[in-house]
């Protein structure tokens, strides 16, 4: 099982750098650099690019509506140049909190969309003349929208590879079916091994059925905490404030992906009351309403066996890759950490 790592968004960049070049040499396989509403994952994406040699660059995510397809293609194209060949595509809808409220687009057809974005980039990357006439996106503009001017171009460059791998996080039933169907690979958040089926077995069945073997099996990207350790069980509490925010503050009440995935999971009414805190400005008490049960099933945090278990069961439920946290006070600790996973996971 390879093994990933998500940067998080404070500053400090050239010390992270420096940190993920220590990683690449422990084991690391790829890392993950966010966007969000932080600095943008692309100025960070060529740094590290020049300041590692094996480790794969994965965008965590880039959001759809923040960019054109078109330079959402070429963005992947010159971060796989200036990588030689280690750039994954990490796309994502985000949620309309974000791209409403600090890029001003509607949030709308985040499906239909995501899907059109991504046969345009691989269009873009064979080099082909852009001729798309969808749904969500013209490309070329008709006349009747613009000047009428526009007509069909190519890249001019000749990227490295032409198929990209592209990785979708998604978690709506829909979403997961499209993503197993078009994507090389798939970030889910929240993993559950032993109730991930139940979830979502059904729609990536589906989405597999209509999949082109050509793009292979389907890798599948856990973010998980990891600390390893017979006295680190208190660790958990550093889960609580994500899995709280996410939960209970991600969008609205009725209008929260996360929400309904904890209420698939099994979790109805703790989510409910998660929720109720978090948008009553009570984060502390949302934080611990979190179930310890779920805590435990989502992340890799305790003795070298149980965490030799988890990892087994994340493997048994279709994971290919741990996505990590590393729960430690500094890069020495990290490293170390990514040293033991690499010998639990080998």
Not at 20 to 35: M, Q, S, T, Y
Not at 77 to 102: H, K, M, N, T, W
Not at 313 to 340: K, S
Request: glycine residues 10%.
């Amino acid at each position: 099982m390879r093994i990933g790592m998500g940067l998080n968004y404070s500053g400090g960049f050239a010390e992270t750098v420096a940190e993920v070049a220590e990683l690449e040499k422990a084991g690391l396989d790829i890392v993950f650099v966010p966007e969000a509403y932080s600095f943008d994952a692309v100025s960070q994406l060529g740094f590290l690019a020049a300041k590692t040699s094996r480790v794969e660059l994965a965008s965590g995510i880039l959001q759809l509506f923040t960019r054109t397809p078109t330079l959402t293609a070429m963005t992947a194209a010159g971060l796989d140049y200036v990588s030689d060949g280690r750039f994954v595509l990490g796309i994502g809808a985000s949620g309309p909190q974000v791209i409403e409220g600090f890029h001003g687009v509607p949030y709308n057809a985040p499906l239909g969309r995501t899907r059109e974005i991504v046969d345009i980039c691989r269009k873009v990357w064979r080099r082909e003349k852009v001729d798309h006439q969808g749904k969500y996106y013209q490309i070329p503009l008709p006349e009747e929208l613009g000047t009428g001017l526009g007509k069909p171009l190519k890249l001019i460059n000749h990227p490295v590879r032409e198929r990209i791998p592209i990785v979708i996080a998604s978690l709506g039933p829909k979403n997961v079916e499209m993503t197993a169907e078009i994507a090389e690979g798939w970030q889910p958040l929240f993993y559950y091994p032993e109730k991930a089926a139940d979830v979502w077995g059904e729609a990536i069945a589906k989405g597999k059925a209509k999949r082109d073997p050509a793009l292979g099996d389907l890798q599948i990207y856990a973010q998980t905490a990891l600390a390893i350790g017979d006295d680190v069980e208190h660790m958990l509490d550093w889960v609580r404030p994500m899995v709280a925010l996410y939960v209970g503050g991600m969008g609205a009440k009725g209008k929260n992906f996360y929400n309904d995935l904890a209420i698939r999971y099994g979790y109805a009414k703790e989510a409910e009351a998660i929720q109720e805190l978090y948008l009553a400005g009570k984060k502390e008490e949302a934080a611990a309403a979190v179930p310890v049960e779920l805590l435990r099933a989502i992340s890799l945090i305790g003795p070298e066996s149980f965490v030799r278990e988890r990892v087994a069961a994340f493997a048994e439920a279709g994971v290919t890759t741990l996505n990590v946290t590393p729960l430690a006070a500094d890069t020495a600790g990290r490293v170390r950490l990514i040293e033991q996973l690499r010998q639990i996971c080998s």
